[in-house]
């Protein structure tokens, strides 16, 4: 048998180093090791390369699947929750209104007169939403919701017994308290929705306003089907509030609604990290600012423009139908019917089209839709004519609203202030049109007086070109030496002031992010042709 060789001073039979692996064959030690430093340190600063990369330059496409399991899921949770939230807001919104016939009989009231006490809910809902902004800066979007959710009890509950009473200042009292609790409900949803949408990387406003549509419908038949009934109007008022506001606290829970992180950030933003009372004054400056921006007010003449066309809907196309053709009133019923549903139609289809075609071309569409539909509608010689026009009008109206606020909220440490701006020019909208509207009718008719909503369809679609998504710039990046000090804002819009990838009070979808980095460099050390050592593979201690 051959001779075993045996191992000589020059090839010992262990390595001297135990982390050092046997060479190749005919590759000396040295230069494998070689090998394997130039290989470890091209992949160390890989990994330092991307973690420092700004991650507001991350489509939201490249973020995703990097997120940490469960984030997706959570998202998810929060947009459904959101989904839930609109249509129970119709539900609310509109239910009680179908029973104006009743509260009018129950208070003992004409209808001029019960005209002017639903201007009062109008004049709290505008000084609601002026405020709003601040409020939302300084307590966050959850804590405004509760707020807004009892206000909205006790409101309608103020409602429903003076009914009952015949008490026109508790009726009065409970209009106001339910004006000024609305926008507490309403923009933070918004707000909330603006945010999944940044997460989740697509349009998601257009299917929770589409929610609030279905909410509407049903408010409607169910205001139709206790009148029917002949349920007393006070127990249909405080039995849908009771269980709107049992529904909205079930959906505002943790497991299924996000957290306050961009009210936080906002406050950072702001100034609001001073202990003696900076917070309040930085959310206030905050929110002030936001009345100086151009690209925010014309963005609010945007609002101001939906809000009209389905406002002016809502209040007028069924007695102008009436009035202008001289038919029935079931058929005004069924004229608003059309509009409602072609509104609604384009809403669940809308999140598409924006994905696909960019805000700003889907909104010059909806200006012209709405533009000629309106003209259609208001010089129309037939009903035929005017449902063509009834249809074009709806389809117009539907996206204007969503995609003005998806672009108030574009800058999550601004979102709050920005979008209770915008939101004012909306109730300004509802205060100022039924009184204008009023006026022109009588001296030109319903039909015709609609037509002044054209003009502001046309500056709707002067302004279309600032709902184009900002660039947000983020922070200057810190250098690697003071890395660990930094703190960056992530498309998602989840940024927290002052943390860092080991800080744990790190928002969730900013670890996901910073976490999608370092996975990608092990993603690449995968498939390298010699795994790295476990030292090497330790996540370095950079900031995100």
């Known amino acids: 048998m051959p001779s075993t060789p045996q191992p000589s001073a020059a090839h010992p039979s262990q390595p001297e180093n135990h982390h050092e692996r046997t060479p190749a064959p005919g590759r000396s030690p040295r230069l494998a090791r070689r090998l394997r430093s130039s290989r470890r340190q091209g992949r160390q600063e890989l990994r330092v390369h991307r973690a420092e990369r700004p991650l507001h330059r991350l489509s939201p496409q490249r973020l995703r699947p990097a997120a940490p399991v469960g984030h997706h899921a959570t998202v998810q949770r929060a947009r459904w929750s959101l989904v839930g939230m609109f249509g129970l807001f119709g539900i609310i919104s509109t239910s009680w209104l179908g029973r104006l016939p009743s509260v009018r009989e129950g208070l003992d009231v004409s209808a001029g007169s019960l005209g ?11 000084v609601g939403v002026t405020l709003i902004g601040t409020v939302i800066v300084r307590f966050g979007s ?16 103020l409602i429903g017994l003076g009914v009952a009473l015949g008490s026109v200042p508790l009726f009065s009292a409970g209009i106001l308290l339910n004006g000024l609790a609305g926008p ?25 306003h589409a929610s609030f549509s279905i909410g509407a419908a049903v408010g409607s038949a169910l205001a139709a089907t206790t009148s029917a009934l002949q349920l007393h109007v006070t127990w249909h008022i405080v039995g849908v509030a009771l269980l709107v506001t049992a529904g909205r606290a079930v959906l505002i829970t943790p497991g299924t609604a996000l957290q306050d992180a961009p009210q936080r950030a906002t406050r950072q933003a702001s100034g609001g990290a001073a202990p003696d009372g900076g917070t309040h004054r930085g959310a206030g400056r905050s929110a002030l600012r936001a009345w100086t921006e151009p ?13 009209l066309s389905e406002g002016a809907a809502a209040n007028w196309l069924n007695l102008a ?6 038919t029935r009133e079931a058929v005004g019923a069924v004229a ?19 994905d696909r075609y960019g805000r700003v071309a889907v909104l ?17 010689p037939s009903l035929p004519l005017a449902w063509v026009g009834i249809v074009l009008w709806g389809m117009g109206a539907a996206l204007a ?45 319903i039909r015709h007086a609609l037509l002044v909503i054209t003009a502001a369809m046309v500056v709707s679609l002067l302004a279309a070109g600032k709902v184009r998504p900002e660039t947000v710039h983020a922070p200057e990046q810190p250098s690697p030496e003071t890395a660990d000090q930094g703190a960056q804002d992530t498309e998602a819009g989840t940024l927290d002031g002052e943390a860092s990838m080991a800080a744990p009070s790190a928002t969730e979808a900013e670890s996901g992010a910073v976490e999608g980095t370092v996975e990608a460099v092990e993603a690449v050390e995968a498939v390298a042709e010699e795994p790295l050592p476990r030292a090497a593979r330790e996540p370095v201690t950079a900031s995100a």
């Open 295 to 307: 690209r925010t007010l014309l963005i609010g003449l945007v609002i101001l423009a939906a809000s």
């Open 401 to 445: 609203y969503p995609v003005g606020t998806a672009a108030a909220a574009d800058d999550p440490t601004k979102a709050a202030a920005r979008v209770s701006v915008v939101g004012s020019f909306g109730s300004i909208a509802s205060l100022s049109a039924p009184p204008v509207l009023g006026l022109l009718a009588d001296a030109w008719g």
């Open 364 to 380: 010059r569409v909806s200006g012209i839709s709405s533009f000629v539909g309106l003209a259609a509608f208001g010089l129309a």
């Open 116 to 126: 002017l006490l639903l201007v009062v809910g109008a004049v709290g809902s505008l």
């Open 184 to 208: 507490a409900t309403n923009v933070p949803i918004n707000l909330e929705a603006a945010r999944v949408e940044k997460m989740l990387g697509k349009a998601v406003l257009p299917h929770v």
């Open 321 to 326: 139908v009436v009035d202008g053709f001289a």
């Open 142 to 157: 959850r804590t405004t919701l509760r707020a807004g959710m009892l206000g909205a009890l006790v409101g309608f509950s």
């Open 336 to 354: 608003y019917g059309t509009f409602v549903v072609a509104m609604l139609a384009v809403r669940l289809l809308g999140a598409g089209l924006i």
